[in-house]
């Protein structure tokens, strides 16, 4: 087997791994949404780099990952491996975003998801037989 043609991949696992990145997506938004209504939390620098620079990535990678999904029902298991494989970089990737620029309720939702959207990407990468 080559990294062009991974194994089959279950179902269950390409759902999960989907759903697990566009909850912590949504919950993000969610966050965001709110302490920009907050006045203690709305001029603060870590919103700013939420609103303008983390968000709108993780929707634009969320849109990539609900592609795959699609190409993944006709057949084509590749691309969802590939968005698993970038996905399991997440957390690095969003260092220096601190998860709790909407204070602590967030803080702790927001760590449990993008825990569970990284999990399940490696599950993901695991039963396709990718390290």
């Given amino acids: ?12 696992l390409v759902e999960r791994y989907a759903k697990a990145f566009s909850d912590f997506v949504n919950e993000v938004t969610k966050a965001v949404q ?9 001029s603060a620098p870590a919103l700013l780099m939420w609103q303008t ?29 590939t968005r698993a494989q970038e996905t ?10 601190p998860l709790d620029f909407a ?3 967030y803080a702790e939702a927001l760590d449990r998801l ?6 399940a990407a490696y599950q993901l990468r695991s039963a396709a037989g990718v390290p």
Avoid at 1 to 12: E, L
Avoid at 34 to 42: I, K, N, Q, Y
Wanted: charged share 20%.
């Fill in 1 to 12: 087997m080559t990294p062009a043609t991974p194994a089959a991949v279950p179902r269950p």
């Fill in 53 to 81: 620079d983390a968000l709108p990535r993780l929707v634009q990678e969320d849109a990539a990952i609900q592609k795959a999904v699609a190409l993944y029902q006709i057949g084509e298991t590749g691309t969802i491996v």
């Fill in 103 to 105: 204070g602590p309720k």
């Fill in 114 to 119: 993008e825990t569970a959207a990284v999990v």
């Fill in 88 to 97: 399991r970089g997440l957390a690095k990737r969003l260092d220096g975003f």
């Fill in 34 to 42: 709110e302490a920009a209504m907050d006045p203690a939390l709305s």
